[in-house]
């Protein structure tokens, strides 16, 4: 059973900053398609942050200078560095991947992880 489970999340000031983690568990061969995305309440879930199958990495443009993914294989993490937070940063923040849990799978299945809720408050 793969999970990924998120953490990070949490209460900080305009301005202050707050890294969040993503670690996959379980069986897994492989992962692609790290990424982050969030849902403020009343709005859709948008993507954050990602880096893609090909080792692109892409940001919403609301983060872009200010937000930083990154991730380490060997640790089946994925990370999100958030500098520079704003009130409108104020959203659950949910971690996916694409994993194959195995040499045999055909194609990889998408997880979700359960979220982690960042305010921002003044």
């Known amino acids: 059973q793969v999970q990924l489970v998120e953490s990070g999340g949490g209460l900080v000031q305009p301005g202050g900053s707050l890294r969040l983690s993503c670690t996959a568990s379980g069986r897994i061969f492989n992962i692609n398609n790290e990424g982050w995305y969030r849902q403020a309440p009343g709005k859709q879930r948008e993507l954050v942050a990602q880096i893609t199958t090909g080792g692109s990495i892409n940001y919403a443009d609301s983060v872009k200078g200010r937000f930083t993914i990154s991730r380490d294989n060997a640790q089946n993490t994925v990370y999100l560095q958030m500098n520079s937070l704003k009130h409108e940063d104020t959203a659950v923040y949910y971690c996916?991947?694409?994993?194959?849990?195995?040499?045999?799978?055909?194609?990889?299945?998408?997880?979700w992880g359960q979220g982690t809720q960042v305010t921002v408050f003044s």
């Open positions: 996916t991947a694409d994993i194959w849990g195995s040499l045999q799978e055909r194609a990889p299945r998408s997880y």
